[in-house]
């Protein structure tokens, strides 16, 4: 029997989400379009089987099969970003990040991690976050110009004396700059005796170490697609650790991964099983591989580049219609629209766009006196729009799409039908599945 033909109910909502996505522009930057592929493996009888453990070091029987798998998927996402260890495990961005904290961190030690309004994401120590009850999280943010405050980021180092420092954002539109912040960690190591360099190390400096010395990890979630292709730099030089989602620019099923190096894989493997999590998705585990392995094809590179293109055009656009734009710009997949010059919070914006067919989210700005619900931003993302073929030209008719709906056009004249015909007619132009 069919899923139409045993559960209609869900099966039509199925369709209603299908028809949704195929007839809107999506902005969403933490979204995309997964391969056919990728989605044929998360609905297989993997999802059956119970896999307690690691390859090779199951608490269950019959795990030949999900071993291969689960191994795969390891040896693919090591050689994507060149790293010495991963774990493929996490159900998510905040699971992988929870496991890495819990790595290597004790509860109430001190982290510095980007705050929400400037960026960050909630699992970096928002006071609503496990991450904000569990550890003292103390927040660094961007300058007036919108790129992160560096030197108060060095500052705050010193001055805190953190176990960990964290990198990484959900609404940072320009390049992050890794080598400077691991230059900042490793100065202040050195500073309480910890030194860079290769020594032999007795118990005594050992026990020393594991109280004191900071670590430094990057949350790539957002720019992993771009990482993986050689547009962003790569975080696995500089950080000890390095969490991802798997679903935003990187175009694979929902969840997350681990990347380390080898000397943090027995804490960072017990983190993630038993420490938080329970048997893994193996059916995920599948459609990551699968992921990866696109990923690490020439064509996803010239994707990660249109992504990029589209995003500097969409900036443009919006740019010439007297948009503000945080930092005035991107270097990345995402643009964040400061709307306080128009008169118009966030969600308003978010609603009177969605009217249209043009789905974004809200967003906080820097400097937000908005409530959470409401803010004074939008976030826009090219990642999904890019899967579906969208190029320069479109992108283009998109920004002016936005700021006619928001009645900041160039081109007053336009009505509302008449604006999503032309949202309809771009999706039909570049059908998804
Ligand atoms: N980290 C960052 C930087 C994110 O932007 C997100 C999600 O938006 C996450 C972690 C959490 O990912 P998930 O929603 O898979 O838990």
């Not at 030690?109 to 006071?127: A, F, Y």
Request: aromatic residues 8%.
């Amino acid at each position: 029997m069919s899923l139409k033909e045993k559960d209609p109910l869900i099966w039509a909502y199925i369709q209603k989400e299908k028809e949704r996505q195929e007839n809107t522009i999506e902005l969403i930057a933490s979204e995309n379009f997964t391969s056919k592929e990728v989605m044929e493996a998360m609905g297989t009888v993997l999802t059956n089987k119970y896999a307690e453990g690691y390859p090779k070091k199951r608490y269950y029987g019959g795990c030949e099969n999900v071993d291969a798998i689960e191994q795969l998927a390891i040896d693919r996402v090591k050689k994507l970003f060149g790293a010495e260890y991963a774990n493929v495990q996490p159900h998510s961005g905040a699971q992988a990040n929870m496991a890495a904290y819990q790595a290597i961190l004790q509860p109430g030690d001190t982290v510095i991690g980007m705050s929400l309004e400037n960026g960050g994401h909630l699992t970096h120590g928002s006071p609503v976050n496990q991450s904000g009850k569990l550890y003292n999280f103390v927040p660094y943010g961007v300058k007036e110009d919108g790129r992160i405050n560096y030197n108060e980021l060095r500052q705050l180092i010193f001055e805190y004396k953190p176990r960990l420092v964290l990198a990484g954002a959900s609404a940072y539109p320009r390049t992050i700059d890794f080598k400077t912040i691991r230059e900042s960690v490793d100065a202040y190591n050195e500073s309480i005796g910890i030194s860079t360099k290769p020594k032999v190390l007795s118990d005594e400096d050992i026990k020393y170490i594991e109280k004191h010395k900071c670590y430094f990890m990057v949350d790539m979630a957002h720019i992993a697609g771009l990482v993986a292709a050689g547009l962003h730099p790569s975080p696995i030089p500089y950080a000890d650790i390095v969490t991802s989602t798997t679903h935003k620019t990187l175009r694979g099923p929902r969840g997350g991964i681990i990347l380390a190096k080898s000397e943090l894989g027995k804490k960072l493997n017990s983190a993630v099983f038993p420490g938080t999590q329970g048997g893994p998705l193996e059916h995920i585990i599948a459609a990551k591989a699968v992921c990866f392995e696109e990923a690490l094809q020439p064509e996803f590179k010239l994707y990660q580049r249109q992504i990029v293109e589209n995003c500097k055009v969409l900036a443009e656009g919006l740019v010439a219609c007297g948009f503000n734009l945080v930092s005035g710009g991107t270097d990345n997949h995402l643009i964040l629209i400061d709307l306080r010059n128009k008169g118009i919070t966030g969600l308003e914006a978010q609603q009177r766009l969605e009217e249209l067919g043009i789905t974004v989210n809200k967003n906080a700005v820097p400097k937000d006196t908005e409530k959470p619900m409401i803010t004074s931003g939008i976030r826009l993302g090219t990642a999904a729009v890019t899967t579906r073929g969208f190029t320069e030209d479109d992108i283009a008719t998109v920004a002016v799409l936005i700021a006619e709906g928001l009645k900041f056009g160039k081109d007053t004249k336009f009505t509302d039908d008449e604006l999503k015909i032309a949202v309809r007619q771009l999706c039909k132009e570049h059908p998804i599945y």
